[in-house]
């Protein structure tokens, strides 16, 4: 099958995990800059989103700056040879200080997390 008649992935932690079921893959860390490339030369009917974790949205569309696009929803279980897929992966980590602010209608809030993320490009080779 002609890989560019396959749609790109785009994935978060658990939905990557699912796609690996079988085959042979390759996985590479990718800056901001060129996840955010790769987003942006395909059509946004050459794209599936395979997670729902709102989360990701804003880190795609709000810290990538990628123009919001309305990507079809589709739960993936193997990619296909020759598919490729950008991953948004979040991890958590406890605060080591957790300073109180007061929110803007005035209740207390503390900080007692820090979320990271980075993005990894994935393919199956076979």
Do not use: W
């Amino acid at each position: 099958m002609d890989n560019r008649s396959l749609p790109l992935l785009l994935l978060d932690n658990s939905s990557m995990m699912s796609v690996l079921n079988q085959g042979t893959f390759k996985c590479y860390n990718l800056s901001f800059e060129e996840a955010k490339h790769i987003i942006e030369v395909h059509s946004e009917d050459d794209v599936l989103k395979c997670f729902a974790n709102m989360e990701i949205e804003t880190v795609i569309y709000d810290y990538l700056g990628i123009e919001k696009r309305d990507y079809t929803y589709k739960k993936i279980r193997n990619m296909r040879p020759g598919q490729d897929a950008v991953v948004f992966k979040l991890y958590v980590t406890p605060s080591e200080t957790q300073p109180v602010i007061a929110a803007d209608d005035g209740v207390e809030a503390k900080k007692i997390q820090n979320v990271y993320v980075y993005c990894q490009y994935l393919t199956r080779l076979e």
